[in-house]
Structure formats: structure tokens, C-alpha cells
């Protein structure tokens, strides 16, 4: 299942302001790109290549290596350069400069983005895409298969998704909208909002934020909405089938409906929608729960 | 972080790649800063596991068929027989893979077991406390609330205290690789939490019937070990 090793070497030399190189790819391969600080985005194609673009790359030396099926992008400070630039800790991190990617994949290309100080944005894919940051935001517009993706600092934001999305921000907002297929969403300090969301399994966490979530109810289906310190909303359609469990500390139940109220116990209770079979679980400790009908 | 290599992990812990495969699988590790800190959490959680059927077998086997039911992991038919060893051979065998927020889970609770957790299992257990279901969901943080009501809760909670100090002294020592401003966002976070912990205890306090107090206390603990395990892996990836 391994491929033997193939490597193929792309050096573009240092220094250099912008940079054009394309390398030829097929369907099945993976693309890993790591960029410490600046900007990571990709678009797509109709051909069998990947073009890469850098701009602001002066003294920064970007190595692409192909290992199996595996397209390897690394920006490493050039030699010849190092001391221009000041270094940060240890392991010898630059933080002067900055180096922007473009690039332009075919649509079926899986990616692995890595970057520190780096904003990410990924649009048109049809394939997984995983996307982490320390301190820019994320934006994923399409993708199929997994799509996972993180920022400590930053909101993150998926979009035209089918297939299992995995988004979270620690200090951010996070936004998922028109998905199809299982979501889970977390954050610490921030939002989180579902809009669109056609899943049979869906859990949305937070400490300190609100929980939205708008999309159809699957009678076989798991929605799980939780926050410590903000409201929870779920906009329903007419028809769901659920038994709907809502539980909080210090807040209220508001419903634009009538609901017969059972199992009032511990802080919880429970009520039943149609035949009751899927189950919505809504919880905030610290603020109120509202259940609507979907607009 | 690739499920394909994930499930490698334990094979690669025990030395069952080829030399390429090892390779390839190094490779990755090196670009891949959340699969590694999971390597090494799983060669923790089978070191502690080691040395766990040797001080206490009997708990560890009753312990690890918990963890197994609640992480989901669920071994082979005649390694559910009471006879078969628990905690070793089930690594060993290793017939089943375990996501990261599994190994959180296996690791946690180990480490209870071994540190002194037994006690509290016990305790829980002499009681009739069934443990938690609810899968990822930290295992200590799963006893604590049941112990607290029943008057243990000293025991647990120093667990979870020691669990989390230990990944704050790891953090500690890659602060430098940090940017300061995500140092600072990352301890405001943990300030958050902080409070949401306590503010949970204290419902919990005053509640201490109430199921749902019990289960967002569960939940709330175990953000915190997510987000310091996290910013961990984020550090050692600079």
C-alpha cells in the first residue's frame, strides 16, 4: 500500500519577489503544504496540475518534493538570506517576512494545509481538505469527503461541503453553512452557527458563545447543541420527528410552538415532536434555549 | 491529521512496518504535529498500561473493558473472556485503532488507575456508580461527579487537577516556541473554561441530583485537557 519513495525536487531559488511553477499531478494523490506566515490560497482547474504562484517571497526558498502519492510545499529561509532576517526561538522561526501561496489544483486533489501565522482559503474543491492555523482564519468553499479544519486564534468558515466536516476555533467564530453530511463544531470563545445543515449527526459546542443551528431533521438522526455562557437556537422544520431534551442552569426555554413539557428533572426535560424518533439535545448553563420553527 | 497514518500508529509502536513503511510513516510524523503528539500519547498510555497489569491487574482488566465500551473500541470475542489478560494483551493484540480523542480518554483514565485513581474507581464502583457512557469524554471527568456527590471528591478532583498540571508544565517548557499573543490568547481561553468549570462545581454543589450539572461538569473538563493538548501539539509543530 506504499508507494516507493519518488522524489522529485522543485527548488525555485531565492531571492525571489514572485514566483510561477506548475508540476503535474493525477487523480489520487495529496497535496501537503506547510507556510509559516503569510497566506495560503487555493482555486482549481480543469487541468492535471498543480501551478504555484508565491509572492513576497524574497529570501525564502520553497522546496517541492513528490514522495509516493504524497506532493510535498515547504518555504524555508534561504541560506544565503538567513541573516536578514531576525529569528524567533529555538527552532530558529522567522518573523519579518512573509510568504504568499496560490494555488491552483485540480478539484479532486486531497490537501493538507499547515501554517502558524497564515490566513487560508480554499474554494471549489471536491475533495477532503484539511486546513490548521495558529493565528489567521480559515475559509474552506467546497469539499468532499473529510473536511477538517482549525484556528486558535482566528473564525474559521466552511461552506458547499458534503461529506464530514470538522470545524473549531479556540478564540473564534465558527461558521458552516450548506453541508451535507456529519458536522462537528467547537469553539471556547465564540460562536458557533449551522446554517443549511442536512446531517443525521451534528454536535456544536462551545464555553463562551451562542449555538445556531438551521437544517432539516432526520427522523434517524443526533443533534447535540451545547454551550456554558450563551443562547442555543434551533430553527426546525414543521413535520420533525423528535424527542427534543433541554437543559440549562440559569436561563429559560422559549419555543415559537406549543410543546408538551415531560421529565422535568435535574434542570432537565424532555418533549416529543411526531413520533419523537430523532433526538435534539439542547443545552446552555448560563443562558436561554430557544426552539423555532425553520423560516 | 490522516486517518490513514493514525491507524498505523500502533503498528509502528510495535514495530510491525517494514522499513519503508516506518520511514514514510517518520516522514509524516514530522509534518504532522497532532498525529505525533498522538504517538505519543498512545506510547504513553501503553507504557502506563505496562505497568498498570502488574500493580493491579484485576482493576486494570475491569478499568480497560469500561474504557473499551466507552471509547468504542471493542476487542475480539476471546479477549472479552474475563480470563484473558486485560490491558496488555488487548495492546498487544491491538485489534482495534483509537482516534486522539480516544487515546485523551485511555490515557486519562489510565493514569487515574495508576496514580491512584483505582481509589476512586473503587470507591465509585463499591457504591453502584456505573461509569459514564458518552464516548472521548475524559474518563476521570466521567468519575469525578459521581464521586464528588458521593463525598470523594478531594481524590478525583486532584486527578484531574494533576492531569492538567502536567500538561501545563509541558506547555510551560514550549512557551518560548509561542507566539506571545497566542500565549495570551490561549491562557484567556483557559481562564474561560476556568470559570466555567467552577461555576459548573458549585451548580453541581447545589445539585447534586442533577444529571445534566453532572454531564456539562464532564464536558467543561474535558475542553480544558482538549485545548492544552492542542496548543501542545501546536508548539511542538513550530
Known sequence: MFHTLMALWVTIAAPVQTSDTTIRVEEGMRLNLRNEAGEIRVTTWERHEVRVVLSRARGVRIDVERSGSVL??????DLGFRDEFRTRGRRGRFDDDEVDFALTVPVYLDLELYGVETDISVVGMNASVTAE?????????????????????????????????RASSTDGDVWISDVVGEVTAESVDGNIELNDVDSRQVTARTVDGD?????????????????????VTAWIPAGTNATVMV????????????VMLRGLRG??????????????????FDGDVYLRRRR | ?????????????????????????????????????????????????????????????????????????TPPQEERDPAVAGVIRLWRTRRFSVSVPQLVAAGIALMLLSG??????????????????????????????????????SVAITRFDEAVADLVQVLEEEREFLNPRTV?????????????????????????????????LEQTMRQKLTLLRRVMAISRAL
Open chain 1, 72 to 77: 510535498r510545499i515547504r518555504s524555508a529561509l
Open chain 1, 133 to 165: 492555523t495558529v493565528e489567521g482564519s480559515i475559509l474552506v468553499r467546497g469539499g468532499n469527503g473529510l473536511v477538517m479544519v482549525h484556528s486558535v486564534e482566528e473564525e474559521v468558515r466552511v461552506e458547499r461541503v458534503r461529506g464530514r466536516v
Open chain 1, 211 to 231: 449555538v445556531v443551528f438551521d437544517g432539516p431533521i432526520h427522523d434517524d438522526g443526533r443533534y447535540h447543541l451545547s454551550t456554558h455562557d450563551g443562547d
Open chain 1, 247 to 258: 437543559a440549562n442552569f440559569d436561563g429559560d426555554f422559549e419555543t415559537s410552538f406549543s
Open chain 1, 267 to 284: 434542570r432537565r426535560f424532555h418533549f416529543t415532536l411526531g413520533d419523537g424518533s430523532a433526538r435534539i439535545e439542547l443545552e446552555s
Open chain 2, 1 to 73: 491529521m490522516s486517518d490513514e497514518w493514525m491507524d498505523r500508529l500502533s503498528d509502528y509502536l510495535d514495530g510491525e512496518m517494514s522499513p519503508a513503511e516506518r520511514a514514510l510513516l517518520e516522514g509524516h510524523l514530522a509534518e504532522d504535529a497532532e498525529c505525533a503528539a498522538a504517538l505519543e500519547s498512545l506510547r504513553r498510555v501503553k507504557m502506563r498500561a505496562a505497568s498498570l497489569d502488574d500493580k493491579h491487574p484485576a482493576h486494570a482488566r475491569q478499568m480497560w473493558r469500561g474504557i473499551a465500551q466507552r471509547i468504542g473500541a
Open chain 2, 116 to 153: 491512584g485513581g483505582s481509589l476512586v474507581f473503587r470507591g465509585a464502583a463499591e457504591r453502584g456508580v456505573a461509569l459514564r457512557g458518552g464516548g472521548g469524554i475524559a474518563d476521570q471527568a466521567a468519575v469525578v461527579p459521581e464521586v464528588m456527590q458521593a463525598g470523594f471528591g
Open chain 2, 184 to 216: 495570551r490568547i490561549v491562557e484567556e481561553n483557559l481562564a474561560i473554561i476556568d470559570r466555567a468549570i467552577e461555576r459548573s462545581r458549585q451548580a453541581l454543589m447545589q445539585d447534586p441530583e442533577s444529571d445534566y450539572l453532572r454531564d456539562h
